[in-house]
């Protein structure tokens, strides 16, 4: 199994999800050609952690990136800054400021097994009924 994770990034998984949910499945040269045209503001981070992936596979297991596909993308959530916003009144308002936590793990594609063509008789042409 390749790896590569994204700690603390600061957006909210629900919009990182989004994103990742695009390229869960895909091939990594499909997966980086779509972060490469969705506007997003996690397609940035999404594709340098796809391309770290790539380099640990190239480094660890002597892989390419053509023959790879995105097995997981997993998006957690992370830790919550809490802050407040002055209200009327004197009051305040809390505010969430949420981070994301996305995994990534990457496998070699299987490989595709020919599927057997079956032989049909042709009808003679000129046949008669």
Same mark, same amino acid.
């Given at each position: 199994?390749?790896?590569?994770? $994204? ?23 499909d997966a980086?050609?779509? $972060? ?55 009051s305040a ?9 996305? $995994? ?12 057997k063509v ?12």
């Open positions: 199994m390749i790896t590569a994770s $994204l700690k603390n990034f600061r957006q909210s998984p629900r919009k990182v999800r989004l994103v990742a949910n695009l390229i869960r499945g895909k091939s990594v040269v980086l050609n779509i $972060l490469k045209f969705v506007s997003k503001k996690a397609t940035d981070p999404l594709y340098g952690l796809v391309m770290s992936a790539v380099a640990n596979a190239k480094n660890d297991f002597n892989l390419e990136k053509e023959g790879l596909i995105v097995k997981e993308i997993r998006v957690d959530v992370g830790v919550v800054l809490k802050r407040s916003m002055p209200r009327a009144r004197g308002f809390p505010i969430k400021k949420r981070t994301s936590h996305v $995994l990534l793990v990457l496998a070699p594609a299987p490989e595709k097994k020919a599927k079956k032989f049909i008789k042709p009808v003679a042409a000129n046949a008669t009924k």
